[in-house]
């Protein structure tokens, strides 16, 4: 049997009272991808934190290809070759891609002097083993999320990794993105390197991935050969129950009036010659790669960027649209596609969060907003459960309710939701999908942008495509599939 | 991670947040007070009030800007222009409520435009447009006084900034109402809070339907409001409208937030630990003065005191971002 690359045996670690991990062992193999999967807070992040050296476990050994270290610090990890290529990338925009790779690190020679020549072309190289020649001279500020991604690996390489860590790489890419990631992956095992795998997206495992491994609650619960797990076991392990069926079932047709009808809506530069609309009780799916224009759309509809031509209806009547104010006032509701930046107020307590559109009135009513929050909470399973905490302090999942539940109080019936289930967990993900149907039912209009086709095939009544700032193509429930989406999503014809 | 994270550190850290200050302030005075006789006496805490009062005006209008996470420099500048246009409509024969009126008035409305200025012009931060109305203000003071303060005011106007009512000096009393009136609006109307939602995430507050931009212009205007109310007080005091009253007046009431409690990161601060931030800064300055430290030394300890209340602030905000 092949001595594990790493190999973590025991790993225990809490914080302040709480068990984060339990006695968590973990291998990974030379050259081997390696899954970790769980819901978020299961320990995924702390175990890979601690093997690369940012924290510290309270038990447990960590051995390197066979070898017990002693106390691990980040320095040290680079130095055996752990890299960790992070959510939010850790890259410095306005320097080249070069500098990026190779930021930190000593260059050969005479110290404090760059050797741009040298570095250049160790750039250049690298980038060409990953299958992407980019210009090593390139700004990183001008490259997409996807190559950004790409030159972290390959400052991981410039590191001699032999281990590379990836949390959730593909949660900002689009699918052509993703295939081209998944490349370079496959390259990176036939090098040799071994890469550990952090991700919610449970389809990919089975395209890249050798071995799968399971956490729940800070504990193991699997771990084995990809081609031993299938999805459904896979999902209840995960979850610590059976699958259940991930989305509700679909009602009749809707047959309500028109909510939402764009016409020809166009902005320069981010979409053209937009024209759909979405019947009350309808979910239409918004789909497209990222860069197709979906988000801006969604925001130009809602009021916060401006838009050059055409004209928005709601419920049959033509509106101004100048502000998120006026949206908000006409009944309209977004769910931003990046709930930090865009969608809460960290510091502020959940009932702020929720009350915030609903507030009309100059003077506030505390135990009004009060009462209400805590309906929503428990209407919505909001955990745990308290009105006054800040919601920085919840999960992903329920701060994406949070986000969701503001709009249930300010009544909207025309609701704009760009990536609803991004970065949350099974369970949550569940429940959202429960609520969005529920919204439907109730006579919502709902479009519904996610870059997660499954999800938009699962919910969606209807589906529509983008390609570049252009809507190309709509499919009916019954002709929606993944392989129809992505032609028209890359252009091609229905 | 619930529990262990937020909660016991999350609890002191409020509290911290919440007390700190007037904690600091309660073990400044019981210090004092066995080192002087002097200190414990009515007579000098009213005096050390009074003496906080502008500064105390100053720097609730300040907070209202820095719960938005901005900054509002022209504070100081104001506080001068203002003391001038009062003394001066005294001087032209303007009745005293006439003349604290167009203090009032000037200085909410020139805040108003540091606001306009930096939502409409898109300006990247409030320093620019502030750092400009600051310099635009003096020279305004200077080029309609030539320089010369402008002395003997009517005793009706006086009266604010140098009288009395039931024995507590007028400053007082006037920083009180002040308080009091920030402090419903802060926390109990929707445009107080709306303030807060900015500082949090300007554009979650934007998408949550929160009309910005006419936010950030009351929060300047209401800062500059109360450059013009500290000018009456000001000039009432010193009987004159001098042009260079309130040199560097910005700093110090930028320094009094943020002594209070106040986030520099926005969405956080109150009015009763700006209050207690204002006379932390006076108690400092008097009790240094009754203890015979030059006022030169006086400059260094306040400067070491806002390093300290901000880097507190620093390391509140990483424990936050840690349990989040």
Known sequence: MT????????????????????????????????????????????????????????????????????????????????????????????????????????????????????????????????????????????????????VEIARALAFQARLVIMDEPTAALSESEVARLFQVIARLERRGVSVVYITHRLREIYQIARRVTVLRDGRRVASAPIAAMPHDELIRHIVGRPAQEQFPPPGPPPRGPCALRVERLTARGRFQDVSFHVRAGEIVGLAG??????????????????????????????????????????????????????????????????????????????????????????DLRIRPADAHIPVSSLSGGNQQKVVLARWLLARASVFLMDEPTRGIDVGAKAEIYELIRRLAERGAAIVLVSSEWEEILGLADRVLVMHRGRMVGELPREQATEEAIMRLATGGVP | MSLSAFGVSGIVSGALRRFGPLLALVLMCAALSLLSEHFLTLENLLNVFRQSSVNALLALGQLTVIVTAGIDLSVGSLLGLCTVLAAMALKAGAPPGAAIFLALAAGASLGALNGVLYTKLRLPHPFIPTLGMMNVARGLALVLTGGFPISELPAGFRLWGAGALFGVPMPVVVVLVFCVLFHLFLTRTVPGRDLYAIGGNRQAALLCGVPVDRRLILAYALSGLMAGAGAVLLAGRMNSGFPLAGVGAELDSIAAVII????????????????????????????????????????VVIGAVIVAAVWVDVVRQRAAQRSS
Not at chain 1, 128 to 150: F, I, K, M, T
Not at chain 1, 326 to 345: S, T
Request: charged share 20%; glycine share 12%.
């Open chain 1, 3 to 150: 001595v594990p690359l790493l190999e973590m045996q025991q790993i225990r670690k809490s914080f302040g009272g709480s068990v984060a991990l339990d006695g968590v062992s973990f291998e990974v193999l030379p050259g081997e991808v390696h899954a970790l999967v769980g819901e978020n807070g299961a320990g995924k992040s702390t175990l890979m934190n601690i093997a690369s050296g940012v924290l510290q476990p309270d038990a447990g050994r960590i051995l390197w290809q066979g070898r017990a270290l002693p106390a691990l610090d980040p320095r040290k990890a680079r130095q055996l070759g752990i890299a960790f290529v992070h959510q939010e990338l850790a890259l410095v925009p306005q320097l080249s891609i070069a500098e990026n790779i190779f930021l930190g690190r000593h260059a050969q020679g005479p110290p404090a002097l760059v050797r741009w020549g040298r570095m250049r072309d160790h750039a250049r190289q690298l980038l060409a083993e990953l299958g992407r020649p980019l210009d090593p001279d390139s700004p990183v500020a001008s490259l997409g999320v996807g190559e950004q991604q790409l």
């Open chain 1, 289 to 378: 790669l990222v860069g197709a224009g979906r988000t801006e759309l969604l925001e130009a509809i809602f009021g916060a960027a401006p838009f050059d031509a055409g004209q928005i209806w709601l419920q049959e009547r033509p509106v101004r649209i100048r502000s998120p104010r006026d949206a908000i006032r006409l009944g309209m509701a977004l769910v931003p596609d990046d709930r930090k930046m865009k969608g809460l107020i960290p510091r502020a307590p959940v009932v702020w969060n929720l009350v915030l559109p609903s507030c009309r009135r100059f003077l506030l009513r505390p135990a009004e907003e009060r009462s209400r929050a805590l309906a929503l909470i428990g």
């Open chain 2, 260 to 299: 209070g409690g106040a986030s520099f990161f926005g969405g956080v601060g109150t009015v009763l630990g700006t209050l207690v931030g204002a006379l932390i800064m006076g108690v400092l300055r008097n009790g240094l003065n009754l203890l015979d430290v030059s006022a030169y030394w006086q400059t």
